[in-house]
């Protein structure tokens, strides 16, 4: 079963819960205040065409890949 990070609309805290994929739309509650969460993207799962500009690095910032710093021809 995949885990999904939900944050909470009352609190705002962010979580994670071990869910099945069939009920990953139903509605969640806050483990703090058992009010209503909404599932958000979590950070591991980058869509194709994300921030990042390189194809192997997961970092939103080009400065920190070691494939930036490589000489331009």
């Known amino acids: 079963m995949p885990i999904y990070d939900y944050k909470c609309l009352h609190c705002n805290i962010i979580f994670d819960k071990l869910i099945s994929a069939s009920k990953r739309n139903e509605e969640q509650n806050c483990p703090q205040c058992d009010k209503p969460a ?7 799962a980058r869509p194709k065409g994300s921030s990042s500009a390189c194809s192997d690095c997961s970092s939103t910032n080009c400065s920190t890949c070691s494939s930036a710093s490589a000489p331009s021809t």
């Not at 909404?38 to 591991?44: A, D, N, P, T």
């Open 38 to 44: 909404k599932r958000k993207m979590s950070l591991i």
